[in-house]
């Protein structure tokens, strides 16, 4: 085949048919790291992303947790933009978790968040945690990023969590927000 053939409309009326397709996903994870400091603490049995079709990524977590239970913990999570390499960007939220879990609506940013992961996890009680934390199969959908006032960008998003006043381990989430436009 000549590919001198056909006009050069068409080839760029493929590449745009091709771009678009590629686009469905403006909301997708691209890496997750996980550390716990101190295995007496906790031990990680999975932390990774999976294809789970074409385009979807999910995320799998499973910490267990070897001092239980868990009555108390402080999470801070920060958000940050790939400019330069990674920069503190926009939120940085100190949350104590047992208290959140009591009243969802002061800490909207760390909500946005909770509400992504909840349906996914078995967090999704008040405290005490009796149990190993888990994450199966989350996958991020565009209507969360629509309430997220960000621009198209890579973004990292880090938990760092304490209990009884120690730090016990981070998360660190990479994602990829294209929306197709700047805002
Ligand atoms: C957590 O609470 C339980 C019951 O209220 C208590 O028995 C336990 O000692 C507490 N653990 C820590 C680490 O404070
Ligand atoms: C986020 O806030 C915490 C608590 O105020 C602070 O210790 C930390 O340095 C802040 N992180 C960034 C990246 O500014
Ligand atoms: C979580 O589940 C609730 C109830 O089934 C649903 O309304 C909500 O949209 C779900 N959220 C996500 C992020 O999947
Ligand atoms: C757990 O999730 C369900 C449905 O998503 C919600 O109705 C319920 O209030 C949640 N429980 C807690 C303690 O957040």
């Known amino acids: ?35 716990c400091y101190d295995k007496s603490f906790c031990e990680l049995k999975r932390c990774e992303l ?8 999910g995320l799998f977590l499973h910490a267990q947790a070897n001092q239980l239970p868990i009555n108390t913990s402080t999470c801070v999570l920060t958000l940050y933009r790939r400019f330069n390499g990674y920069r503190p960007f926009l939120y940085n939220v100190t949350v104590d978790v047992c208290s959140f879990l009591k009243n969802r609506k002061r800490f909207p940013f760390f909500n946005l968040v ?14 005490p945690y009796n149990h190993d934390i888990i994450v199966n199969r989350m996958v991020l ?29 981070e998360v660190e989430v990479h994602v990829e927000v294209n929306l197709g436009f700047d805002r």
């Open 1 to 35: 085949m000549n590919l001198n053939y056909y006009p050069i409309g068409v080839w760029s009326y493929v590449l745009l048919i091709l771009l678009i397709c590629n686009s469905d996903a403006l909301f997708k994870f691209t890496n997750i790291k996980c550390i």
């Open 50 to 57: 999976k294809l789970l079709s074409r385009g979807i990524v």
């Open 114 to 127: 909770y509400d992504g992961i909840r349906n996914f996890s078995n967090i999704n009680h008040s405290c």
């Open 141 to 169: 959908t565009d209507n969360m990023i629509a309430k997220v006032p960000v621009p198209s960008g890579f973004y990292k998003l880090k938990f760092h969590l304490k209990t009884d006043g120690l730090w016990r381990g």
